[in-house]
T-cell receptor, first 114, second 109 residues
Framework: DGGITQSPKYLFRKEGQNVTLSCEQNLNHDAMYWYRQDPGQGLRLIYYSQIVNDFQKGDIAEGYSVSREKKESFPLTVTSAQKNPTAFYLC?????????????FGPGTRLTVL | AQSVTQLDSQVPVFEEAPVELRCNYSSSVSVYLFWYVQYPNQGLQLLLKYLSGSTLVESINGFEAEFNKSQTSFHLRKPSVHISDTAEYFCAGASKIIFGSGTRLSIRP
C-alpha cells in the first residue's frame, strides 16, 4: 500500500525539550510539507521541500527545523525555541510542488507540551 | 496578496438537508482549486479538484463544486447530507500552497 505515515500519533514533551516528529512516504513524491493545525486557524505551513537536500521556510518556521536527506523522509524537529508548540502536526507530500498536484496527507501527530 | 477565504467557520444543518460551503479565492491564486475533508483526529483527504475544463466537478460521495471565474468562487454543495458527512472541510489553491481556514460541518439528526 502506498501512503504517507507519521509517528507517533500522540507525543508528550516537557517544556525545554526538543522533539522530532517522523514523516515517511512511499509514493515516490518529490515534494513534502509540514503544517501546523490549531483550532479555528486552518493549516499553516511550517516548512516544505521540493527535492532531496533542499527545503524552504513556510509562514511559521521559527522554532522548527527540518532535514531532507532521503526522498522518502522529512522529519520535523520542534525545538525549545518554539513558544507554543502544543498543536496537531500534519505532514503531506505531492508529486511536485504547486500546480495541479494534489497533496496526500499523513494521519497527523498531536503534540502536547506539559 | 494570494488568499483563499472560507466565509463560514461552522455550518450546522439537519440530516438530509442541502448544504453549501463557501470558498472564494483571490484572482492571483492559480485556478487549480481543491476541496479536502478532515474527519476528527485524522489527516486531510482530497474530496474533489478543479484543474481545467468543465466548471462543475463531482466527488464519489455526492459532493460537487462549481468553479466560477467571474465571482472568484469555488463553493462546495451537497443536495442531501448524511451524519457521516460531519467533518471539517478545507478549500485550497495551488499556485503557492494556500489553504482556507476551514469550515466545520455539523449534521443534526
Amino acid at each position: 500500500d502506498g501512503g504517507i505515515t507519521q509517528s507517533p500519533k500522540y507525543l508528550f514533551r516537557k517544556e525545554g525539550q526538543n522533539v522530532t516528529l517522523s514523516c515517511e512516504q512511499n509514493l515516490n513524491h518529490d515534494a513534502m510539507y509540514w503544517y501546523r493545525q490549531d483550532p479555528g486557524q486552518g493549516l499553516r505551513l511550517i516548512y516544505y521541500s521540493q527535492i532531496v537536500n533542499d527545503f524552504q521556510k513556510g509562514d511559521i518556521a521559527e522554532g522548527y527545523s527540518v532535514s531532507r536527506e532521503k526522498k522518502e523522509s522529512f522529519p520535523l524537529t520542534v525545538t525549545s525555541a518554539q513558544k507554543n508548540p502544543t498543536a496537531f502536526y500534519l505532514c503531506a507530500s505531492s508529486i511536485s510542488s504547486g500546480g495541479p498536484n494534489e497533496q496526500f496527507f499523513g494521519p497527523g501527530t498531536r503534540l502536547t507540551v506539559l | 496578496a494570494q488568499s483563499v477565504t472560507q466565509l463560514d467557520s461552522q455550518v450546522p444543518v439537519f440530516e438530509e438537508a442541502p448544504v453549501e460551503l463557501r470558498c472564494n479565492y483571490s484572482s492571483s491564486v492559480s485556478v487549480y482549486l481543491f476541496w479536502y475533508v478532515q474527519y476528527p483526529n485524522q489527516g486531510l483527504q482530497l474530496l474533489l479538484k478543479y484543474l481545467s475544463g468543465s466548471t462543475l466537478v463531482e466527488s464519489i460521495n455526492g459532493f460537487e463544486a462549481e468553479f466560477n471565474k467571474s465571482q472568484t468562487s469555488f463553493h462546495l454543495r451537497k443536495p442531501s447530507v448524511h451524519i457521516s458527512d460531519t467533518a471539517e472541510y478545507f478549500c485550497a489553491g495551488a499556485s503557492k500552497i494556500i489553504f482556507g481556514s476551514g469550515t466545520r460541518l455539523s449534521i443534526r439528526p
